[in-house]
C-alpha cells in the first residue's frame, strides 16, 4: 500500500454506497474521503495547488454545514441535497457541484495516469482539467489552474512521494482511485437530474 494512503483518514473505498436505494452515497464518510483526498495536493509540492485544495476544503464545509444543520434529512448526499432544495436553497447542492467537478478532475488525472504510464503527470492532469473544471472557470481562475498544471512534479517523483514505485501495479492505490470515479459518477448522473437542480 502507498504509505500516503495509510495516513488519509478515509478512502473511497470505505464509503458506503448503497446499491439497493439508488446508490445513495453516505454523506459523513464521502466529505471525509474527500477531505483526505486534498492531502494529496500538499504531495504535489506546489503552492500552485493551494488553489484547488483549498476549493475542495471549502466545498466540504458548505455541504457539512448544512448536514450539522438538518441531520436527519442529510444521511445521503442526494437526499441532503433534494432537501436542502426544498427549503429554497441550494448553498450546499452548489457546493456539492463544485466539490464533483474537483474530484472529477483529479479522479480523470490519476486514473488516465496509471493507465498509461508512459504519459508525464502534467498532461494527464492538463487532459482533465480541459475535461472538468476548464469549462466552468472564467478567465481569472483559468491561469491558476495553468499555473498548477505547469508545477506538477515528475510522474516517478509524485508516485514515489505518495510511496508507490509502480502506480499501474499497487493494488490499494488502483482501488482508491476506482471507488472515487465510480462515486464521482454515481453524483454526475444524480446531478442531472431534475431533482438535483434549482
Known sequence: MAPWLSTVKKSFVDVPVDSANDNAIST???????????????????????PVKNDILGNVKKIRDR?????AESETLQALVVNELKT??????????????GLDFT???????????????ADSFRSA?????????????KPIFNA???????????????????????????AWVEALV????ILKEFQSRKEAKW
Open 28 to 50: 459523513t464518510e464521502f466529505l471525509e474521503a474527500a477531505e483526505s483526498l486534498a492531502t494529496l495536493f500538499d504531495v504535489l509540492g506546489s503552492v500552485a495547488f493551494t
Open 67 to 71: 448536514q450539522t444543520a438538518a441531520p
Open 88 to 101: 429554497k436553497k441550494h448553498t450546499a447542492a452548489e457546493g456539492l457541484v463544485w466539490l464533483v467537478r
Open 107 to 121: 479522479a480523470q488525472a490519476l486514473s488516465e495516469n496509471i493507465s498509461t504510464p508512459s504519459k508525464e503527470l
Open 129 to 141: 482539467y480541459g475535461n472538468t473544471l476548464k469549462p466552468h472557470h472564467g478567465f481569472l481562475i
Open 148 to 174: 498548477a498544471m505547469s508545477a506538477t512534479p515528475y510522474r516517478s517523483d509524485f508516485f514515489k512521494k505518495l510511496g508507490t514505485e509502480s502506480p499501474e501495479s499497487d493494488a490499494d492505490l488502483k
Open 182 to 185: 465510480n462515486q464521482v459518477g
